[in-house]
Nanobody, 122 residues
Framework: QVQLVESGGGLVQPGGSLRLSCAAS????????MGWFRQAPGKEREFVAD????????YYADSVKGRFTISRDNAKNTVYLQMNSLKPEDTAVYYC???????????????WGQGTQVTVSS
């Protein structure tokens, strides 16, 4: 059973930066497009960004475009989310998941992980 383990979250001031990591254990994920999603308190989980299997193609939600960068290292079975110019509205639990071509999560590689909490506050 593949597990997705997110890490790198924390408390940061507005305008600050964080780098999230998502490590897949148990099996290579190099064949899968991977995405980041987030869920704020009282809100539904929403798409943030995704990256194709090779890392050559990326796609972002309008709310994070120009501030966040998704990348991957297939040799390390890890996908990253570099978050810059963070805003209070970025506060949420962040998750990674394999995605389909329509940028929606699919249940092929693994179940949802525990996520990592990102809090943007002064």
């Amino acid at each position: 059973q593949v597990q997705l383990v997110e890490s790198g979250g924390g408390l940061v001031q507005p305008g600050g930066s964080l780098r999230l990591s998502c490590a897949a254990s148990g099996r290579t994920f190099s064949s899968y497009a991977m995405g980041w999603f987030r869920q704020a308190p009282g809100k539904e989980r929403e798409f943030v960004a995704d990256i194709n299997y090779s890392g050559r193609s990326t796609y972002y939600a309008d709310s994070v475009k120009g501030r966040f960068t998704i990348s991957r290292d297939n040799a390390k079975n890890t996908v990253y989310l570099q978050m810059n110019s963070l805003k209070p509205e970025d506060t949420a639990v962040y998750y990674c998941k394999e995605v389909a071509s329509n940028h929606r999560p699919v249940n092929v590689l693994a179940s949802w992980g525990q996520g990592t909490q990102v809090t943007v506050s002064s």
